[in-house]
């Protein structure tokens, strides 16, 4: 699953490619900007994110399915 955040002050966006659920991602969003300091996110190769709940401009959740490669029929 693709999640963009957006940064304030920053023109580029953090892209994390993730293996969690939509749910779990948006707890953790929750989480944050509920009273933590720190988004913490894993993407799927292991590697930590993490992005100051002061500085969270929007946070976009990607859909859970992978996007087809090919040319097959519809």
């Excluded at 940064?7 to 991602?25: C, F, K």
């Excluded at 993490?50 to 087809?68: K, N, S």
Aim: aromatic share 2%.
């Amino acid at each position: 699953m693709e999640i963009t955040i957006g940064v304030q002050n920053l023109t580029r966006e953090i892209v994390v490619e993730t293996d969690a659920s939509a749910e779990e991602v948006a707890a953790a969003v929750a989480k944050a900007l509920d009273g933590g300091t720190v988004l913490d996110l894993t993407d799927h190769r292991g590697r930590r994110v993490l992005v100051p709940t002061a500085t969270i401009g929007y946070v976009e959740i990607g859909a859970e399915e992978q996007r087809r490669v090919g040319f097959g029929t519809i």
